[in-house]
């Protein structure tokens, strides 16, 4: 455990105690469903988990939202916290919504369920397909088994090859009866009829319909942000192109009871505000809500009295909630009716049974309906087809990517460069016996490994890029030595000239990690903050600046600007996960060498073969030269090889 965290817990128990509990809208506390014992299904929660104390606050017009799961549907099955937190799948998921349906019906109000996209590329469920198949177009058959009312596109659905888009085409879009949206985003196929390329949206551009319950006129809109990263044969037409469309200004024209967006485009810092105000050009007071993702943050805002905007975070950790009452616009007899700023509710539930449970106030065994056991034990068979328990080692703890800090015994990333990349790179490999300096860039790595069994999944997971190493054989060590520090160490000028440049394309090419990361550092530095402030002042003290009163267990601490309007959106109070810096780029420890002159092998991921080159040629200063035609192949293991080859050695004894 961090000192930070330790004095994060310390902290917490002498201090937590004098607040007040969050108030509760009407007094239902004390739904505790214990969950221990010995379990069979994979998801049910191994340890106790904390209920929340809020029920959600509904009103006449409600949404859940699902976005950036990334093919996590069954759900985080680890035991370090906070994974048990997220330990749901999507069959439980499956089963809240149809309690929730039914709750829905019960009070007579609309309860929708949306996805802003982003369905592959990040565990094997969706990208551990046999050779043949297409990424997520077994996971994504899942999908289809859930009532969504709406969904839309995500750039990874662009990013991994024609052939992917193009099944999003044909299977996914067809399915949901023109209601999976993609305002901005066409594909290019042969029509034989015409006997020619013909460019068409992938979805439908917009939809109109009717709401289930109190037949709202709702009119949609499916947004992905201006990315660049898409395959050929797609086309993205950037956001302020799209609003001039005359297809646009038609469907908003006539005016609905409400506009409800879904886009795969974070709701802070991105476009929504051009679709916003092109809609409220024509319709200065009607409600807007809006559904983003993408940058796999928890974030709401609002950008008037009248609408509101959610993201709900990545991986299945979060499920979304947003409610508005809208009939308080109907009013006849209050002239403000219709201009009168909304009440508007939103909440980020963890994603487990006992959050499920407690929303629907049901019980373990009241819980599950036919259905939802019918999906788990689907994407069980599936997993289980693609044989992502396959074992390669029992991980002896966790190795975090932002949690410790870079270098230590913690740290991901120590762990692949001081350990598992050597001796991986070691096996077969004729010139393992020569000394060598091995450097990759942080972003290759994707997410922690934690203790326990480490699967064929979870090396997905943690490192999914098939690159390959190179090798510029028996480079002086007096340039090897140099070379982190030069990858890392631009000048801060430099480095901020190439970093802005840099993160703007990356951001277009789909880049949101250092967003993600911006927001566990702010997260974790305000928490830390707060903790200092409640030392010297003591309480009273709480949202946005202070710890929530009750945190007991890591997770996220979303500090959004609806707080003021809407209260705190956390369903659970927690306490912050630290967050370390790392560098861009990390390499092995340099060899204790005294010679300058030595020859020492420099070796890479592919990945980053132009800056190694880069940095050398600087080092060198023209005493020796380097081009891409010197590297050499160093092995024929893949960088998502790695960990599991690693594990097989390291960690069976
Ligand atoms: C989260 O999981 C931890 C165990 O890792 C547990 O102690 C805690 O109660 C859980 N918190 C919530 C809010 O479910
Ligand atoms: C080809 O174009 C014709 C005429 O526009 C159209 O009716 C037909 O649906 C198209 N076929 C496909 C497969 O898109
Ligand atoms: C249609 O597009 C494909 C893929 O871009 C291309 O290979 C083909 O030559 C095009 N066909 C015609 C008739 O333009
Ligand atoms: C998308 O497809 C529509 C329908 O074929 C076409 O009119 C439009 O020009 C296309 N948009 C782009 C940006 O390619
Ligand atoms: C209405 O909402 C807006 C935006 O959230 C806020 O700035 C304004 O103060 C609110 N007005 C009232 C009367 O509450
Ligand atoms: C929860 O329910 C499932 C099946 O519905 C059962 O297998 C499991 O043992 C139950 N767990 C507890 C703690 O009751
Ligand atoms: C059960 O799940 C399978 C997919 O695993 C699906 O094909 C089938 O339709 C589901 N059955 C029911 C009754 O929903
Ligand atoms: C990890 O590092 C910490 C601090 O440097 C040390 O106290 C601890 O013993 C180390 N743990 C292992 C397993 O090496
Ligand atoms: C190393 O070579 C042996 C013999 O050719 C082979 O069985 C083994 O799979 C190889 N190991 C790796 C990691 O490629
Ligand atoms: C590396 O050196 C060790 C000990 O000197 C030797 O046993 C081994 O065969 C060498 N391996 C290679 C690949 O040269
Ligand atoms: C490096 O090697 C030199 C000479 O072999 C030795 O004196 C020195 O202690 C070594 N330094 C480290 C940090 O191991
Ligand atoms: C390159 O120049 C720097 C600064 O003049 C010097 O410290 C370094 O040793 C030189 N490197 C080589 C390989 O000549
Ligand atoms: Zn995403
Ligand atoms: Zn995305």
Not at 299 to 323: A, F, K, P, V
Request: include cysteine; hydrophobic fraction near 40%; glycine fraction near 8%.
């Amino acid at each position: 455990m961090s000192k930070m965290l330790k004095l994060a817990l310390a902290l917490s128990s002498i201090f937590f105690l004098a607040d007040t509990a969050y108030t509760c809208p009407d007094g239902e506390h004390g739904h505790s469903h214990a969950h221990t014992g010995t379990r069979t299904k994979r998801a049910f929660p191994q340890v106790p988990l904390q209920t929340p104390t809020r029920p959600l606050v509904w009103q006449d017009f409600n949404v859940i939202h699902t976005t950036d799961t990334h093919g996590w549907l069954l759900g985080h099955q680890h035991l370090s916290e906070p994974e048990p937190n997220y330990s749901g799948d999507f069959g439980d998921f499956a089963s809240f919504v149809s309690h929730m349906k039914n709750i829905a019906e019960e009070k007579g109000v609309d309860l929708l369920l949306v996805d802003s996209g982003d369905v592959h590329d990040g565990t094997g469920l969706s990208d551990g397909f046999p050779p043949g198949q297409l990424d997520a177009h077994a996971s994504n058959q899942f999908i289809k088994l859930l009532p969504y009312d709406l969904l839309t596109i995500g750039n990874h659905e662009l990013s991994d090859g024609f052939p992917v888009a193009q099944d999003m085409l044909n299977d996914f879009a067809p399915f949901w009866n023109g209601r999976y949206l993609t305002s901005n985003v066409n594909i290019t196929i042969f029509n034989q009829t015409l006997g020619k390329n013909v460019s068409k949206p992938i979805g439908n551009r917009f939809v109109k319909f009717l709401s289930p319950i109190k037949k709202r006129r709702i009119t949609s809109l499916g947004v992905l942000f201006d990315f660049t990263g898409n395959a050929a044969g797609t086309t993205v037409q950037t956001v302020e192109d799209m609003v001039q469309e005359q297809w646009f200004a038609e469907a908003i024209a006539e005016e609905p009871d409400l506009f409800l967006l879904v886009g795969h485009m974070p709701v802070s810092r991105d476009k929504w505000p051009v679709v916003f105000d092109a809609i409220r050009a024509v319709h200065k007071t009607t409600p807007i809500l809006i559904f983003g993702g993408h940058s796999h943050i928890r974030d709401c805002l609002q950008m008037d009295g009248r609408s509101m905007s959610l993201e709900s975070g990545r991986y299945m950790e979060t499920i979304g909630w947003m409610s508005v009452n809208l009939d308080e616009g109907l009013n006849i007899f209050d002239p403000f009716a219709r201009t009168r700023n909304l009440t508007f509710s939103r909440r980020y539930l963890d994603q487990n049974r006992v959050t499920y449970q407690f929303h629907t106030q049901t019980n373990n065994f009241s819980f599950d309906t036919r259905d939802g056991e019918n999906i788990t034990k689907g994407l069980n068979k599936l997993a289980a087809s693609f044989d992502l328990s396959e074992f390669f080692g029992t991980a002896p703890q966790d190795f975090f990517l932002s949690r410790a800090p870079f270098p230590s015994n913690q740290s991901i990333l120590s762990l692949f460069v001081d350990e598992a990349a050597p001796v991986a790179l070691a096996i077969n490999n004729t010139r393992a016996n020569f000394s060598k300096v091995i450097f990759t860039n942080s972003g290759e790595m994707r997410y922690d490994i934690l203790a326990g069994a480490f699967t064929k999944n979870d090396q997905f997971v943690a490192l999914p890029f098939a690159d390959a190493f190179l090798v510029f054989p028996n480079v002086s060590f007096g340039i090897a030595k140099g070379v982190l520090d030069g990858l890392n160490g631009q000048s801060e000028d430099v480095k901020r000239a190439l970093f802005e440049d840099r993160e703007s394309k990356l951001y277009a090419k789909g880049s949101v990690d250092h967003i993600y990361n911006a927001w566990l550092r702010e997260m974790s530095m305000q928490y830390n903050a707060a903790l200092k402030r409640r030392a010297l002042f003591g309480p009273p003290f709480g949202p946005p600046f202070g710890p929530p009163p009750v945190a007991k267990s890591l997770g996220y601490v979303t500090n959004d600007s609806c707080i003021a309007s809407a209260g705190v959106g956390d369903d659970i109070p927690h306490v912050a996960i630290p967050f370390f810096d790392t560098p861009d780029f990390v390499g092995t420890t340099v060899p204790n060498i005294t010679d300058e002159s030595a020859p020492i092998d420099v070796v890479f991921i592919n990945f980053i073969e132009d800056s190694i080159i880069k940095v050398m040629n600087q080092l060198a200063n023209g005493t020796e030269s380097f081009t891409a035609n010197d590297s050499l192949p160093y092995t024929s293991l893949l960088a998502n090889q790695i960990f599991g080859i690693f594990a097989q050695v390291a960690w069976n004894s």
